[in-house]
């Protein structure tokens, strides 16, 4: 894990060790959320034929890239009271989920596994400038406006597939 994602996981690592908590069991349970993209990341190693560190690496480095972990958590924050709200929301984060899926895999497609996570998202970014630079537009009027309620976020959502290059 990297960026904001990590930094809540070590967060609330202290906040348990300091109650008594084991650190190694303590960061097990909070990381667990966070592995909910292990399939995909072990799909996404396999249809591309690369290590399962590798794909690990740019899925992190690329979610924290992409500030995708606010949007999941601005959808995590939506009203699920209710039958359609909670469907609502998980359809939601399923859509960025099965995104980031893609997202990973167009920029594999593109990468040779020698080059660091980093220098495969600046590669991808370099060839898909316009694309990106429109979603990122969009993303950033509706992170901006308070509070993003479950219109905003499905447009989010959508922008966030406009992101991928490969169909």
């Not at 939506?78 to 399923?94: I, P, S, V």
Request: charged letters at 25%; one cysteine or more.
């Amino acid at each position: 894990m990297q960026g904001p994602d990590a930094e809540v996981v070590q967060t609330r690592t202290a906040q348990l060790v300091a109650r008594g908590a084991d650190e190694r069991h303590a960061t097990a349970v909070l990381s667990l959320l966070h592995g909910f993209c292990a399939m995909d990341i072990i799909d996404v190693a396999d249809l591309e034929g690369r290590e399962l560190e590798e794909v690990a690496e740019l899925y992190y480095t690329l979610n924290a890239h992409l500030g995708l972990d606010h949007l999941l958590t601005a959808i995590s924050g939506l009203d699920d009271t209710g039958r359609w709200n909670a469907l609502a929301r998980l359809a939601l984060r399923d859509d960025v989920y099965g995104s980031m899926r893609l997202l990973c895999l167009d920029v594999l497609s593109g990468s040779a596994s020698a080059e660091t996570a980093a220098e495969k998202i600046t590669d991808w970014e370099a060839t898909n400038t316009s694309r990106l630079a429109r979603a990122r537009s969009i993303l950033t009027e509706i992170f901006a406006a308070h509070p993003a309620d479950l219109s905003t976020l499905s447009v989010a959502a959508r922008q966030v597939r406009t992101m991928v290059g490969r169909g």
